[in-house]
């Protein structure tokens, strides 16, 4: 009678260590952590038709003209 | 005896010496970011004088000036901004959609455009020049095709608001947006997506 208690208590036991490892296992594997990537804003800068680029003091000079010629009814 | 591990004791020893490079590597990140403040500044002062504050009416024109410290104040958090994101992300040159938007919220939050004193009765144009200024700025960066798009559905909207009650009036997106600058915390990232957006529509 005794060995069928104590059996009983070990098989729940074995099987709520197996529950538990079987649940978190498949949380691990079902939500990976993404780590913070600084990549997309490389390519963003770097290879978008908007690429990377440092204007001129000419090229603004004459951005703020068209601008100024074209916008400042709203501006 | 030292608390801590070999493998911590390598770290730290690590961390220290990329300490003393970053610290010499922030001397010369200053140095570049003074002569860049310095150079837009001067522009900036030129492009108000020149082409912004000439085509405002008599009485805003003598009602505010262009406050230095505060322009400086304003171009150097922009370089410092755009410098920390270089850091993280590697990028030699930011695009020129976030150097139009980091200059405008720069310029937003310190309002270089100031009243003058003896300045006698104050528009409401007044109000929102130093908005209009900002995105006078950002605009040099951003691509002719979003300007002309954003400027043509204000002009657009304006022109069906004309007639109409107040309750029929409809909001340009140029009007939406000075309403999120001067009352919505509007960050440098948002205003990039934003205009990336505009990009897209804009092709």
Known sequence: MNTLVVSIIFSLCMLLTATGWFVTNLRTKKMPQISYDPSIDKINDETNSNTGYRFSKKELDERAKYNADNYMDVL | ?203
């Open chain 2, 1 to 203: 005896m030292s608390n801590y591990t070999s493998i911590e004791l390598q770290i730290i020893q690590e961390e220290e010496s990329l300490d003393t490079k970053r610290k010499a590597l922030r001397q010369e990140i200053t140095s570049v970011i003074q002569k860049k403040v310095e150079l837009r500044t001067n522009t900036i002062k030129e492009h108000f004088n020149k082409f912004f504050i000439e085509k405002r009416d008599n009485n805003t024109r003598n009602s505010v000036y262009l406050n230095d410290v505060l322009l400086k104040s304003a171009i150097k958090s922009y370089y410092y901004d755009i410098h920390k994101y270089k850091d993280f992300s590697g990028s030699k040159w930011v695009n020129a959609h976030k150097q139009a938007a980091y200059t405008i919220k720069w310029l937003v939050r310190f309002r270089p455009i100031q009243i003058k004193e003896t300045a006698g009765y104050i528009s409401e144009e007044i109000f929102e020049i130093n908005l209009k200024f900002a995105l006078f700025c950002g605009f040099e960066f951003l691509d002719k095709k979003v300007n002309d798009l954003i400027v043509n559905d204000k002009r657009e909207i304006d022109l069906y608001n004309k007639d109409k009650e107040e309750d029929k009036k409809r909001c340009s997106f140029f009007d939406s947006l000075l309403y999120d600058l001067r009352y919505r915390h509007l960050s440098g990232k948002k205003l990039v997506l934003v205009f990336e957006a505009l990009q897209l529509v804009a092709k």
